[in-house]
């Protein structure tokens, strides 16, 4: 395709006439194209689809900014989400209580609606409140390791684990204080291994499409 042709405009215009022997012998012979409007189209639709091929994906970042968001970006979005989630599981458990207490007690009208109600409030905030804070100390843990370690991978993520279940237990005990840390620690290390196991399937399933 020459850049002579790129550069005309595109139109549903029937193409000049030919000389040719056959062509001229049916003279009653209507080009398909004669039913269109001979004006021009719209230039915008006279582009050329390599220029539609691009290798690399089509987002513009700034100079020197990294292209996902880092720990300091997805905090809020983990606190809020592990807020919304804990008075949602506490609401629910909650729920459970209250039934489980106003059968027993024989509690009916108002009476139990108001114990519900109670259990509901009670234990959703209760919930939230401790999901809450494992988020808020999880992103500064892991928002101070980026900044100190100046990369974010793996190893952030269990320290930070690690050190998020040490302070939250830290007023317990020492020996509670330890149990939160490995519980930390397992939990962040559980979380990195799966991490690290769909890369490597991502890996494999994308390798044989360059074979």
């Excluded at 000389?19 to 003279?27: I, K, L, R, V, Y």
């Excluded at 100079?63 to 996902?68: I, L, R, S, V």
């Excluded at 494999?204 to 074979?211: I, M, Y």
């Amino acid at each position: 395709m020459s850049d002579d042709y790129l550069r005309k405009p595109f139109s549903l215009a029937p193409a000049p006439a030919v000389d040719d022997p056959q062509t001229s012998a049916s003279g009653n012979y209507t080009p398909a194209t004669s039913t269109f409007s001979s004006a021009p189209v719209s230039p915008y639709l006279n582009y050329d689809s390599r220029f539609l091929r691009q290798a690399q994906p089509e987002f513009i970042f700034p100079e020197g900014a990294n292209k996902q968001r880092g720990r300091f970006e997805l905090a809020f979005s983990q606190i809020g989400t592990s807020v919304m989630i804990g008075g949602g599981i506490g609401g629910l458990a909650g729920v459970y209580n209250g039934f489980k207490v106003t059968n027993a007690l024989n509690q009916t009208g108002k009476l139990r609606r108001t114990q519900l109600i109670n259990h509901v409030m009670k234990q959703g905030s209760g919930t939230a409140n401790t999901l809450g804070t494992l988020a808020v100390l999880y992103s500064a843990c892991g928002v101070l390791l980026q900044y100190v370690r100046d990369q974010d991978d793996n190893i952030n993520t269990v320290i930070a684990g690690t050190a998020t279940g040490l302070l939250y237990k830290s007023t317990a005990g020492l020996r509670k204080c330890a149990l939160g840390g490995a519980i930390g620690l397992g939990i962040s290390s559980l979380y990195c291994l799966y991490l690290l196991s769909q890369e490597s399937n991502n890996n494999t399933n994308s390798s044989p499409k360059f074979l």
